[in-house]
């Protein structure tokens, strides 16, 4: 199994960005997906899930501002992420989600920053 996430960057507030997660190794379209980061002093943080029927969930930050979607013609996982904020600025990782948000498998992550 490997999790490839890219679309990271430097982005100023207000800003987007459009993360993606290139999935390979699994029979992705039989797995729901999740997107976590990982916030400088807060731990780890649930963004968003999509499951194998395309239904998507988000954490209560998230506010309408991101979007989560998925592939399976291209083994990959996207998040569409608007109105960045500084709180946004993590590590964002990619993960199968094998049950009710426990995670088996994880990408390396990508770098998130939001600032002017």
């Known amino acids: 199994v490997q999790l490839v996430e890219s679309g990271g960057g430097l982005v100023q507030p207000g800003g987007s960005l459009r993360l993606s997660c290139a999935a390979s190794?699994?029979?992705?379209?039989?797995?729901?997906m999740a997107w976590v980061r990982h916030v400088p002093g807060k731990g780890l943080e649930w963004v968003a899930g999509?499951?194998?029927?395309?239904?998507?969930r988000y954490g209560d930050f998230v506010n309408g501002r991101f979007t989560i979607s998925r592939d399976n013609a291209k083994n990959a996982m996207y998040l569409q992420m608007s109105s960045l904020k500084a709180d946004d600025t993590a590590v964002y990782f990619c993960?199968?989600?094998?049950?009710?948000?426990?995670?088996?498998?994880w990408g390396q992550g990508t770098q998130v920053t939001v600032s002017s």
């Open positions: 993960a199968r989600d094998i049950f009710l948000g426990a995670m088996d498998y």
């Open positions: 190794g699994f029979s992705f379209s039989g797995y729901a």
């Open positions: 999509i499951d194998k029927d395309f239904k998507s």
